[in-house]
Nanobody, 126 residues
Framework: QVHLVESGGGLVQTGGSLRLSCTGS????????MAWFRQAPGKEREVVSC????????RYGDTVRGRFTISRDNAKNTLYLQMNSLKPEDTAMYYC???????????????????WGQGTQVSVSS
């Protein structure tokens, strides 16, 4: 059974930083594209970033590009999201997701992802 567990969320002031982690179990981690999505109250879920199996290819949502960095450590079965220069509009529940993928790219559509974590809350105060 696949489990994805996020951690690292919290309350931070505008301009601050947080580092999210997502640890996977029950899957061959390096066989999966990984991604971070977020959902704010009353809004649709949106992609934050995704990373290919090897970590070589990444994609970012327009609102976070240049501020957030996705990475992964396949030896530790862990996905990361370094979030800098946080803004109040970054406030949301953040989810990690996994999609089986034999290619060297990653998906930015939530519909490609089979497995999801429970989420970790990020709140940015103004």
């Amino acid at each position: 059974q696949v489990h994805l567990v996020e951690s690292g969320g919290g309350l931070v002031q505008t301009g601050g930083s947080l580092r999210l982690s997502c640890t996977g179990s029950g899957l061959t981690f390096d066989g999966y594209t990984m991604a971070w999505f977020r959902q704010a109250p009353g809004k649709e879920r949106e992609v934050v970033s995704c990373v290919s199996r090897s970590g070589a290819a990444t994609r970012y949502g327009d609102t976070v590009r240049g501020r957030f960095t996705i990475s992964r450590d396949n030896a530790k079965n862990t996905l990361y999201l370094q979030m800098n220069s946080l803004k109040p509009e970054d406030t949301a529940m953040y989810y990690c997701a996994a999609a089986p993928n034999l290619g060297s790219f990653c998906y930015d559509s939530q519909y490609e992802y089979d497995y999801w974590g429970q989420g970790t809350q990020v709140s940015v105060s103004s």
